[in-house]
């Protein structure tokens, strides 16, 4: 269990400092399919957890404008597989669109990492949430940068891409076109019936 846990560590300070050494490790651990999927499974329910113990700690005011998002702990575990999945398939698809070589199962693994490098912070902000408030909101933002960082680092080592900038530039562009097609689709689903159905 000790050697277990001091081979995470070692990988989460490598990930910090090298990050696509740290992705080639990643990508080398036999894992099977199934472990992958229940891998990713796990860490959703975490996630989804740990947002809601966060969520529990914000301002009555915050409470009331984001209660509806947070009114059950199941829809957001169901949201965060689903985005993790885009999140996975998009990696694959668009890397290789643009010349990459990797395969769905390397980024699986990537993002299931990805997201448990995230997991930590997440759980120091929580923790900062009851001792230090003003402290937690600026790991919040930092997290942000280490997301997209990590992401950039992770597909350049998943497709061999050698600009970084680029592959930046296209994760920005790509979360850019995803909001506003899901605004679209929003503004489609609330938009009122004719005839004031």
Do not use: K, N
């Not at 560590?9 to 990930?15: R, Y």
């Not at 992705?23 to 996630?47: D, E, G, K």
């Not at 989804?48 to 969520?55: K, V």
């Not at 070589?101 to 949430?129: K, R």
Request: with cysteine.
């Amino acid at each position: 269990m000790s050697g277990g846990f001091d081979q995470v560590m070692a990988l989460l300070a490598m990930t910090l400092r090298y990050p696509q050494a740290a992705a080639q490790v990643v990508m080398r651990y036999p894992a099977p399919m199934q472990a992958r999927w229940l891998a990713l499974l796990l860490i959703a329910v975490v996630s989804a957890l740990l947002i809601h113990f966060t969520f529990a700690l914000q301002p009555s005011e915050a409470q009331a404008v984001f209660g509806p998002l947070m009114a059950s702990p199941i829809r957001t575990t169901v949201l965060q597989w689903l985005m993790l999945v885009t999140a996975t398939g998009l990696m694959t698809v668009i890397g290789r669109w643009r010349g990459g070589s990797g395969a769905f199962p390397e980024a699986l693994s990537l993002v299931v990492w990805l997201q448990m490098v995230l997991m930590v912070v997440q759980v120091a902000q929580l923790v900062l949430f009851v001792v230090f408030p003003p402290l937690a909101d600026l790991l919040g933002m930092a997290s942000l940068v280490l997301f997209l960082w990590l992401l950039t680092q992770f597909t350049c080592a998943l497709h061999g891409f050698r600009q970084p900038w680029l592959v930046f530039v296209g994760i920005v562009v790509t979360a850019f076109g995803l909001m506003m097609a899901l605004s679209v689709v929003l503004a489609l689903i609330l938009a009122p019936m004719p005839g004031g159905m």
